[in-house]
């Protein structure tokens, strides 16, 4: 089945997996084992052998350094780098629920608790989304004026998941922006739906988040992982993609027919280079990877 298309007095496109109908209430009808990017476990896998080989070389260079090294003035200092690193996974990972909690403190500190009683269409939001996933229960949701990643964050403290979106991604009518909140929350359910978030996964690759090349081609393939969990819950959300590339304000001004022209001929050796010097991929490629996928873009029928 192609895309789903509503009409909406925006001008967006509808996402949509091929088969699957976005409106279909029945609690399990979507297939999650299809949501996650095929390389993100190869990643995660090799990641993880690799986070376990530095820890060890770097523990061994604690106790015994070579001879040789010293004569060595720019591996003296990699080696140096190395051993700080060691020392620093093995006192961090004891403190990791201590700075998980503190970070959820500061965040419920300086943040507004979405509820049913406290923007309730926002909430509402949510809890379909939750209910489309057959979860029981519902993460926290904060709305956050602070200094966060554009748009939205997953944190896990040690008890519970928690989600903070900004509030820069709606107007004062909080109903032209629903379709972006839908994709955004979609795409963060998905973090904590495939477990990106929880401490275990942290403690897995404590040694590698500090190398910046390493860690990237990890963290690109899961957004793309939430990415598809964004276009299954939101088939008509594709300008929560769109707001990072043009933002708030002009999001009304593309001409989106033009823009995904555009997207598909992007591509080749420098953005294919960025897998290592960017963890966040270009919205084109988050489009199409979506794509290939299977998801489709129509535009909504004209009324």
Not at 8 to 21: K, V
Not at 165 to 186: E, N, P, R, S, Y
Request: aromatic fraction near 10%; glycine fraction near 6%.
């Amino acid at each position: 089945m192609e895309g789903y298309r509503e009409t909406d007095a925006h001008h967006f496109l509808a996402l949509g997996p091929a088969g699957l109908d976005p409106k279909a209430p029945s609690v399990g009808a979507i297939d999650e084992s299809t949501l996650r990017h095929p390389s993100e476990r190869i990643y995660f896998y090799v990641l993880v052998a690799v986070n376990f080989l530095l820890l060890g070389l770097g523990i061994a260079l604690l106790f015994h350094e070579p001879s040789w090294i010293k004569n060595h003035p720019i591996l003296s200092k990699q080696v140096q780098v190395a051993r700080f690193l060691a020392w620093t996974a093995l006192i961090g990972i004891p403190f990791l629920a201590l700075q998980r909690n503190r970070r959820e403190a500061s965040i419920r500190g300086n943040s507004i608790r979405v509820s049913k009683e406290q923007f309730p269409e926002v909430y509402a939001v949510l809890e379909d989304h939750c209910r489309r996933l057959g979860m029981t229960q519902v993460p926290e949701l904060f709305l956050t004026g602070g200094s966060i990643a554009p748009f939205s964050q997953t944190f896990s403290s040690w008890r519970e998941n928690y989600i903070v979106i900004h509030q820069i991604i709606f107007d004062i009518d909080m109903h032209k922006k629903t379709d972006v909140l839908a994709f955004i929350l979609g795409h963060e359910l998905g973090a904590i739906r495939l477990k990106q978030t929880t401490v275990i996964n942290e403690m897995l690759l404590t040694y590698v988040s500090a190398v910046k090349w390493l860690r990237n081609p990890l963290s690109r393939a899961r957004t793309y992982s939430r990415d598809r969990y964004g276009a299954t819950l939101a088939p008509t959300g594709f300008r929560g993609l769109l707001i990072n590339a043009a933002g708030r304000r002009l999001m009304e001004q593309v001409d989106i027919e033009e823009y995904l022209k555009q997207s598909r001929q992007y591509g080749g050796l420098w953005s294919n280079l960025n897998i290592f010097f960017d963890g966040k991929p270009a919205v084109y490629s988050r489009i199409n990877q979506l794509r290939k996928a299977g998801f489709s873009y129509k535009p909504p029928e004209v009324p």
